[in-house]
Nanobody, 123 residues
């Protein structure tokens, strides 16, 4: 059974940093990613790392967020720097087992999801 267990959310002032972690059990995934959802808004893609290690980011996160993966621990990370109040959301890690390259930050390609970690950024 696949388990995705997140940790590392919290509250921080604008300009601060947080790191999210997601320990994943099970497969060798096609890609893994982070998504977020703010109240009243749709879920949006944040960052994605493919099986070859290539990384992709939503435009508003480029230069501030870094996605990485420790393959030995099968743990996904999201380092978030220069946080802004508009980054406040519930953040979800996700993993895909599609038998092709993942579509870029497309939630429909992801099969397994973490429980969510709240990130709150105050001004």
């Amino acid at each position: 059974q696949v388990r995705m267990v997140e940790s590392g959310g919290g509250s921080v002032q604008a300009g601060g940093s947080l790191r999210l972690s997601c320990a994943a059990s099970g497969y060798s995934y096609s890609c893994m990613g982070w998504f977020r959802q703010a109240p009243g808004k749709e879920r949006e893609g944040v960052a994605q790392i493919d099986s070859d290690g290539s990384t992709h980011y939503a435009d508003s996160m480029k230069g501030r967020f870094t996605i990485s993966k420790d393959n030995a621990k099968n743990t996904l990370y999201l380092q978030m720097n220069s946080l802004k109040p508009e980054d406040t959301a519930m953040y979800y890690c996700a993993a895909s087992i599609v038998s092709r390259w993942c579509l870029l930050l497309h939630p429909g390609d992801y099969n397994y999801w973490g429980q969510g970690s709240q990130v709150t950024v105050s001004s």
